[in-house]
């Protein structure tokens, strides 16, 4: 797969032939492989109620599908293509990667969600492996064949990470880990977390500094009870660390420095999340918008009667302009520019824009979007939760008022 050009001094909406290709190929892979294994499986995804354990825990079946997917994503190049070359990826720019979480998210919320790296996979913090970290995290991440967590949530510490009350303290050669995460996506499953812990007092260390951040197996921690949120069942858990030993080798960059490293892929994060909104956002318009103009009533199609068409019209207004967003966001991220503003304005207005999207398409399908036959209801959930993750809407604003100098 090619890599795009060096970002230029201008920005473009132009379609280039590297997106051209890569936008055909995806749409292959899901027709190919996606479809497959979704029909492969049937009931059992398409029926919540089977696709889930009594305690919400995704059924085997389920797993291995979404690990397969994965798996064959990565080996034909898709999976996390925005990783540097180095390290396995394809070094795609971030407006390619932005495109491409954006188009995958336009096929619906099924299992070609999976099909792009997400919080289970290889993030740019852990570019900082070293030595054996290499061939035991990082490698096995970028080829799929393992998966991660990102453990920083605490019950009492989620906006307010630094607060965080998990810690890990000296004796002799081994770090002791003791604390308790939260809201852990991927826990009930990963091989691995990325588990943030305090190492030096905020006496010492200031509000953002002393926080270490260790790589711990699977088979080192307990997984706790699931924290099942509506429309993510079954992948966040608690996560337990009770007197978890670790060497030095198990330290992920530097010691004390992991808050200040983790925020600096911040806006990465976000701008994955804003264009998986407005994907999403893509997805759902146009099913409502064929509904409005098939389904009937009082002689004349629905979509004929102003309630119905403004609020599509609306949908469409917030998810054209929360996609210039994104292009912009992108395009200052390829150019080395400072863009913390642009990620909080980017990831509040996008998953905002879905929110309402997904409701009015609830809306307009009436009786027939509450059916579990289709995947409105699922959408509306999701885009709930997308308005916390990664920042809160209160924090985006918050961000951006700092940014204004309002604080």
């Given at each position: ?47 919540p109620r089977l696709r889930h354990e009594a305690d919400g825990r995704l059924v085997p079946e389920v797993v291995e599908a979404i690990e397969e997917i994965r798996r064959r994503s990565a080996e034909a190049g898709f999976y996390a293509m925005n990783m540097p070359e180095e390290a396995g990826g394809e070094g795609v720019s971030n407006v390619t990667w932005y495109r491409a979480k954006k188009h995958v998210a336009s096929h619906g919320p099924g299992l070609s969600r999976h099909v792009l790296a997400g919080p289970e996979g290889p993030k740019p913090l852990l570019l900082q492996a070293e030595g ?276």
């Amino acid at each position: 797969m090619a890599t795009q050009d060096a970002p230029s001094s201008g920005v473009s909406f132009e379609t280039t032939e590297e997106w051209r290709l890569i936008r055909s190929s995806l749409d292959e892979f899901i027709e190919r492989e996606v479809a497959t294994l979704s029909d492969d499986l049937g009931e059992t995804w398409s029926n919540p109620r089977l696709r889930h354990e009594a305690d919400g825990r995704l059924v085997p079946e389920v797993v291995e599908a979404i690990e397969e997917i994965r798996r064959r994503s990565a080996e034909a190049g898709f999976y996390a293509m925005n990783m540097p070359e180095e390290a396995g990826g394809e070094g795609v720019s971030n407006v390619t990667w932005y495109r491409a979480k954006k188009h995958v998210a336009s096929h619906g919320p099924g299992l070609s969600r999976h099909v792009l790296a997400g919080p289970e996979g290889p993030k740019p913090l852990l570019l900082q492996a070293e030595g054996e970290q290499v061939e035991r995290y990082l490698e096995p991440t970028m080829r799929a064949e393992k998966s991660a967590g990102f453990a920083q949530t605490e019950p009492a510490a989620g906006s307010d990470s630094p607060a965080m009350a998990t810690r890990a303290e000296r004796d002799g050669d081994e770090w002791v880990l003791n604390g308790t995460k939260q809201w852990i996506t991927n826990a009930p499953y990963a091989d691995f977390l990325q588990v943030f812990a305090r190492t030096t007092p905020r006496e010492e260390a200031g509000r953002y500094g002393g926080i270490t951040c260790f790589l711990v197996e699977r088979e080192e921690y307990e997984v706790g009870s699931l924290n099942n949120a509506v429309g993510s069942v079954g992948r966040q858990a608690e996560v337990h660390l009770d007197d978890v030993r670790l060497g030095d080798d198990r330290v992920l960059g530097t010691p004390d420095e992991a808050f200040y490293e983790a925020m600096g892929f911040l806006s990465l994060g976000r701008m994955e999340l804003g264009a998986e909104a407005v994907g999403g956002a893509e997805f759902l318009l146009d099913r409502a918008t064929a509904y409005a103009r098939d389904r009937e009533a009082f002689g004349r199609p629905i979509g004929a009667f102003q309630g119905v068409s403004h609020k599509l019209a609306a949908g469409r207004a917030k998810s054209y302009a929360a996609d210039a967003a994104g292009y912009r966001l992108a395009w200052k991220m390829d150019e080395g520019r400072e863009a913390i503003e642009d990620s909080s304005i980017f990831k509040w207005f996008a998953t905002r824009a879905l929110w309402e999207v997904a409701d009015a398409t609830v809306q307009v399908h009436g009786g027939n979007g509450l059916s579990e036959d289709n995947p409105f209801m699922d959408a509306l959930h999701h885009a709930r939760i997308l308005r916390i993750v990664e920042g809160t809407d209160e924090i985006q604003l918050n961000t951006i008022a700092k940014q204004m100098g309002l604080r």
